[in-house]
């Protein structure tokens, strides 16, 4: 009975680790540093460097296809790049995947279209400090991290709205 009842906490721990590393409630961190430059691995063709998005705000979400809240998400962003991505800002997704196929599938499942990219040896997590998925980072026409959000998020509501036009300074659409 007693083994029972520890198997039973390490269950119930467990899933509380979890919920806490995967959480669906965003939370938003201010940030002001120098974003460091890193190569870039297009997940459809080609490379390049994170740099290459200077000179206009960038929103880099860090996703994985295996991750729930960041599927849950991928609609709203996808509809936000729609509406934002190229003409006031733009809008990356870098997968985690290790397998570059899942990360394809899942996009091509999805209808995702905006510009995404493989990290495949985690070099751009550890920069971005993606330590719990999905992440969105709000980097400004300089390259400097101004906010970090944690947890799923909807895209589509005027919190994420209002959010992302304050933080880049932009008009409303």
Not at 130 to 141: G, I, K
Request: hydrophobic share 45%.
């Amino acid at each position: 009975m007693i083994k029972m009842f520890r198997v039973f906490l390490m269950c119930i721990t467990g899933l509380g680790v979890l919920q806490n590393a995967y959480s669906a409630n965003a939370s938003v961190q201010v940030i002001d540093e120098q974003l460091a430059d890193a190569a870039l691995n297009d997940l459809a063709s080609g490379a390049g460097k994170l740099a290459q998005f200077r000179g206009k705000p960038l929103l880099i979400n860090v996703w994985a296809s295996w991750c729930g809240p960041c599927r849950e998400e991928m609609g709203s962003l996808e509809r936000l790049a729609k509406r934002y991505d190229g003409k006031q800002i733009n809008i990356i997704g870098i997968s985690t995947d290790d397998d570059r196929s899942a990360a394809l599938a899942y996009l091509k499942r999805a209808g995702i279209t905006f510009r995404n990219y493989i990290d495949r040896n985690l070099v751009l997590e550890k920069i971005l400090r993606a330590d719990r998925l999905p992440l969105t980072v709000l980097v400004d026409a300089d390259g400097r991290v101004i906010k970090r959000i944690y947890g799923s998020r909807n895209w589509d509501s005027p919190e994420a709205t209002n959010l992302i036009t304050q933080a880049f300074r932009l008009g409303a659409r």
